[in-house]
């Protein structure tokens, strides 16, 4: 087995082959934190191709089901958008932009004959994460060892996807392991956030983040087991949902991310109406509900009430975090819950052992940190300082995790007496985190996220302003509730946080993404009448 330096190097060496060199572009120096506008600048895309990459994904599907924009046309837009995306915050890991080009033009011919388009996701370019398989490309996940390790098959959800018409045409960059809310690993580097280089873009799929940020997919997926779809949305500015899950664990869940609460929506219905059930054994047997998603369990939207959860009594989010939730508060009727280490007792169960037994192919070391510079392990985060607990110990954290779900339905259900509407509150708005994206290697707080993950509950972003300096001054100190809860106060500084989007989410219950979705359409719709 060669070096794993020397994997690493041929595996770049393949990557950059499979970009074609007429859409390599000259990017702006390091010190050009803000990067958004750059791709409709550099000449690289013509008028049309500009036009395309920014309009949503609703009216996209609608242009290519009327054959007014071919496949390959839109296709052909995103990939080039993709690629300068690359060049700019290094969010990409697989690209075949060839294969794509071929499936689109399949999809034109197929039109043109039948007059009728595949699927609902007819033509539309997606990309994915860098954990889902698709035939005869590399899955690394972050891996040295699996470079050279071909697919075989797809996944079940990249068929259900192609069943539905849709075009994959990257995939993006992940953390060694996938178990870190940011991106970096040894084979393709570190993705930064395109609104701010200097912070991350969030992970696991921060490179989902990063691209879709600059427009360079209308659509991707992500996975979430602890916030992974939803940090590097809120971190990028993003529409993102955590959908539900039923298994007894906590398992990492597939969701879409993207610019339009559309593209949530389009993508959701499409999944869960091709019958995915029929093909993964695991899957729910659950069809898109219309009546679920005109609110008919939700007094059909009228007088909805939200709780606001302000802080998770742990750590205090920053001020422009606090900001958007008075302003979603101001826009929206108003009406938290607690989080618990039952999430991460399941994570860590074995972890070490399958990240050692995983990395020792090569000999790669396993990453500790995210900092730039060397920081001292024990407090970078994310890395189980132990080997886990016993398959018993394991058993008793997910009784434990039944239990609290079952305390938090009977606390939920009991807020019908306090709404006024004589339901339960509708939905939770609160915090994605506490903190927007911060510098590289500093998100090691991601409890805002994990809790919904433990309780089973989906989850949407969704973007409501950008970080003000003016706006957003650094507030004096509170009583703090430790020592971390001081460290993430100290960090604070919005000169450094400058530009970076704030988002929060909305929380619904168990299986119920159509009514998650619909309220934050009505939220965001607020949201905008008030800008």
């Not at 590399?138 to 098959?153: C, F, L, P, R």
């Not at 953390?175 to 696991?204: D, I, K």
């Not at 991707?220 to 955590?242: E, H, M, N, Q, T």
């Amino acid at each position: 087995m060669p070096h794993w330096t020397t994997l690493v190097a041929e595996k770049k060496q393949r990557q950059l082959q499979s970009i074609p060199q007429d859409w390599l572009v000259t990017p702006p120096p390091d010190s050009t934190l803000d990067v958004t506008s750059f791709p409709e600048t550099c000449g690289l895309l013509n008028a049309r191709e500009i036009e395309i990459t920014n309009t949503s994904v609703d009216a996209l599907l609608e242009r290519l089901a009327s054959a007014e924009w071919t496949a390959v046309e839109v296709t052909t837009a995103f990939s080039k958008r993709a690629i300068v995306a690359h060049q700019l915050v290094n969010c990409l890991t697989e690209i075949f932009v060839d294969r794509a080009l071929a499936r689109a033009a399949e999809l034109d011919d197929y039109l043109k004959k039948t007059g009728k388009v595949v699927g609902p996701l007819h033509g539309l370019p997606i990309s994915l994460k860098d954990q889902i398989c698709i035939k005869g490309l590399e899955t690394i996940m972050g891996y040295v060892s699996w470079i050279g390790q071909y697919a075989d098959k797809n996944a079940v959800l990249v068929d259900v996807l192609i069943e539905c018409g849709a075009v994959p045409f990257v995939r993006t960059n992940v953390p060694q392991t996938l178990m870190w809310p940011e991106s970096f690993n040894s084979v393709f580097g570190r993705t930064t956030n395109p609104y701010n280089r200097s912070l991350t873009s969030g992970g696991s799929s921060g490179g989902e983040g990063a691209l879709i940020a600059l427009k360079g997919s209308p659509l991707g997926v992500g996975s979430d087991i602890g916030g992974s779809i939803r940090i590097p949305s809120a971190f990028c500015g993003l529409y993102g949902l955590r959908p539900s899950y039923w298994a007894y664990s906590v398992p990492s869940v597939f969701g879409p991310m993207t610019n339009s609460l559309g593209g949530v929506k389009a993508f959701m219905k499409a999944v869960v109406n091709a019958k995915p059930w029929l093909k993964d054994p695991l899957a729910v047997r659950k069809k898109w509900d219309e009546d679920e998603y005109n609110l008919a369990d939700h007094g059909y939207g009228k007088d909805l009430c939200f709780a606001i959860m302000w802080n998770d009594g742990v750590v205090v989010p920053h001020p422009p975090i606090r900001r958007s939730l008075e302003i979603t508060k101001a826009a929206t009727p108003e009406g938290g819950p607690q989080s618990s280490t039952v999430q991460s007792d399941i994570w860590n169960a074995g972890s070490p052992e399958d990240f050692m037994i995983t990395t020792s192919v090569t000999g790669e070391p396993i990453i500790s940190t995210m900092e730039l510079d060397d920081a001292d392990p024990a407090v970078s985060g994310f890395r189980p300082q132990n080997g886990g607990i016993t398959a018993y110990k394991l058993w008793q954290v997910q009784k434990l995790r039944q239990n609290i779900r079952k305390e938090y339905l009977d606390h939920w259900e009991a807020t019908a007496s306090e709404t006024g509407t004589g339901r339960p509150v509708d939905a939770i708005i609160c915090p994605a985190a506490p903190f927007v994206a911060t510098p590289h290697g500093k998100n090691k707080y991601a409890n805002y996220t994990t809790v919904w993950n433990s309780l089973d509950y989906p989850a949407a972003i969704f973007p409501v302003t950008t970080v003000d300096s003016t706006l957003d001054g650094q507030e004096p100190p509170h009583g703090f509730y430790d020592d971390f809860d001081k460290y993430v106060y100290e960090m604070y500084d919005p000169e450094k946080f400058k530009n970076a989007p704030v988002c929060l989410q909305l929380v619904g219950r168990t299986l119920e993404e159509e009514a998650v979705i619909k309220m934050t359409e009505i939220v965001d719709a607020a949201l905008t009448a008030t800008k």
